[in-house]
């Protein structure tokens, strides 16, 4: 599991690095919508899914288990620096919490 990869330098220098080595073994993951960019700009979630789709990479939907939405919201309250950035009540949203298949 790694992150599909936006909003920040290194998100997107872990994730090129996942790309890369799952390409080499032509095996699929599973990436996650980076939080809390995904609801701060939403719009750079579709862009970056089509960016890794212009480059031949399978992005699915991937659906999960809703965990425990009071526990993760303790959590984020750990992240001051993104809890200054947008409402992060919404980073338990099903819309915006989201996973991804990856594949080649």
Do not use: T
Not at 18 to 31: E, G, M, P, T
Not at 36 to 52: G, S
Not at 56 to 82: F, L, T
Request: glycine share 4%; net charge negative; proline share 4%.
């Amino acid at each position: 599991m790694f992150p599909l990869g936006w909003g920040q330098d290194d998100h997107v220098l872990v994730s090129e690095a996942a790309l890369s080595a799952l390409r080499q073994r032509d095996v699929a993951a599973i990436a996650y919508a980076d939080l809390p960019y995904a609801i701060a700009d939403p719009d750079l979630l579709i862009a970056r899914i089509h960016e890794l789709q212009s480059r031949g990479i399978g992005v699915e939907d991937y659906p999960v288990q809703e965990g425990d939405s009071e526990a993760k919201a303790v959590a984020i309250q750990c992240y001051r620096s993104q809890v200054a950035l947008v409402d992060v009540s919404m980073c338990c949203d099903r819309e915006v919490e989201r996973f991804f298949r990856i594949s080649f």
